[in-house]
């Protein structure tokens, strides 16, 4: 695929960049604006690009568009052997997103990304005994001169951290894996990010496939490449971009995750519509009860438009540099209660929740978004069955110390994404009031 042209243009005098498609048509722009105390922001502005495979998945035209929401969406496929393909652009490590149901029935899709004749599948107490046997006989059936060793992780984000990582090494070691060996996350977020970043690390890097259970996983996690562990002082210090050779969505394995984890899944789904995609918000609205009730065709359009959204994102920013970030709306704030509360207790996507709400606040008392849209946010999240504000042991000092360390923090000046104008737009900035963060974190903590 040929690189994506780009030029730059002016807005107001501003300095401004859009971002083109292959194609030719404008799929994201976005322009700097310096304050005059001398602070840069980011505002973004991006348009949906569509992807159009054909009936065997392979890509035959990449086009911009800004397609209409269906009030119904239609399921991925009436065979789950031919599943839905979104592309991950990103030139020669480009790779697919494989979503459908029974997907691990059909050995071929995970077959064509393994190298090599080893593979190391990392999962964890819970997923194993439900889908390592299965997930083993995709890879071997057919293929019986492929060497597959396992490794079982304890269960847990208070568990991602050094000293279970290291199990991880310690059985690719034993197992003499090489160089051409492939690593399979078979998991949530937690072991999509352990194996991932073991992956990176292992004889300085090897293939990794990401099989995801979880709803997170499946539209966040485990797409974009973001690898690592936790650290006591702050969650995701310590990793990786690494992206791996193929995403596996397998949504059948969703029948099997608690209503908690389901829920938690949905605050992910939820930011996408906040920060770029209004439509797909406004389908939310229309569709929670649906997607509580775990209908099929509901999952996996929410999936899919994730997944779309995501891809996207990564293929203009693969790295953070800027509109990538706007992906963690109440992030800063949901990892400040992720550590400050203890790892494990409150689930990442609860967090997360708790965490928009505060970043929408903000957004309000700076005076960038209008009361019918904080009602909005606040209604849906209740609707998904998720916080709307954090534990109530949490405090002011708790999160200033916490968030000091966000790895969203440059020159001194922590950056926050917070919403700005009509749905679907976002800014990310270290560009405002002081004061507007400190009212917030007074409103919802203890003292």
């Known amino acids: 695929m040929a690189a994506a042209a ?10 401004a960049l859009s971002m083109r498609s292959n194609g030719g048509d404008c799929v994201a722009s976005f322009y700097c604006h310096r304050s005059s105390s001398g602070k840069e922001s980011l505002f973004f502005s991006t348009r949906r690009r569509s992807l159009l495979f054909d009936s065997v998945g392979i890509r035959l035209k990449v086009k911009a568009s800004a397609a209409p929401v269906m009030d119904h969406p239609t399921s991925s496929s009436s065979s789950p052997a031919v599943p839905t393909v979104v592309e991950v652009d990103l030139g020669n490590r480009s790779y697919p997103i494989y979503i459908g149901a029974g997907l691990l029935n059909y050995p071929e899709l995970l077959q064509r ?27 071997t059936e057919g293929n019986p001169n492929l060497q597959v060793e396992s490794v079982v992780l304890p269960d847990g984000e208070q568990c991602k951290n050094m000293e279970t990582l290291m199990k991880v090494f310690d059985k690719a070691i034993e197992s003499r894996m090489d160089r051409r060996c492939t690593f399979v996350a078979l ?14 690390s292992y004889l300085r890097g090897v293939n990794f496939i990401q099989i995801p259970t979880t709803v997170m996983a499946q539209v966040d996690s485990s797409v974009g490449g973001k690898t690592g562990i936790n650290h006591p002082l702050g969650k995701n210090l310590i990793g990786a971009f690494y992206q791996p050779q193929c995403v596996l969505i397998d949504t059948d394995t969703l029948s099997t995750l608690p209503n908690r984890e389901l ?25 929670m009860s649906a997607l509580l ?8 359009y929410a999936i899919k438009r994730s997944c779309e959204n995501k891809a996207e994102v990564v293929s203009l920013d693969e790295k953070e540099c800027g509109l990538r970030a706007t992906l963690n709306l109440g992030h800063s704030f949901g990892h400040a209660i992720e550590t400050g509360f203890g790892y494990g207790h409150w689930l990442h996507g609860e967090a997360v929740a708790a965490g928009i709400v505060m970043a929408v606040d903000m957004s309000h008392r700076l005076g960038w978004i209008d009361d019918s849209l904080v009602k909005r946010v606040h209604d849906l999240l209740q609707q998904a069955k998720l916080p709307t504000s954090p534990p109530n042991t949490m405090t002011v000092e708790m999160f200033k110390s916490v968030m000091a360390v966000d790895k969203k923090v440059a020159d001194g000046q922590l950056r926050l994404i917070l919403l700005k104008g009509p749905l679907g737009n976002c800014v990310f900035s270290a560009d405002y009031d002081q004061q507007a963060l400190e009212e917030t974190l007074v409103a919802f903590s203890k003292s």
């Open 6 to 15: 780009s030029a730059f243009i002016s807005i107001k005098g501003r300095p």
């Open 113 to 139: 990304h393994v190298h090599g004749k080893q593979v190391l599948v990392v999962t964890n107490t819970t997923v194993a005994p439900l889908y390592l046997d299965k997930t083993i006989g995709a890879l």
């Open 187 to 200: 998991g949530g977020g937690v072991i999509g990010d352990m194996c991932g970043y073991a992956a990176a």
């Open 263 to 287: 829920a938690s899944g949905l605050a992910e789904v939820i930011k996408y519509g906040l920060i770029r995609d209004a439509e797909f918000f406004e389908w939310q609205e229309n569709n």
């Open 293 to 300: 009730a775990r209908d099929p065709s509901a999952f996996a």
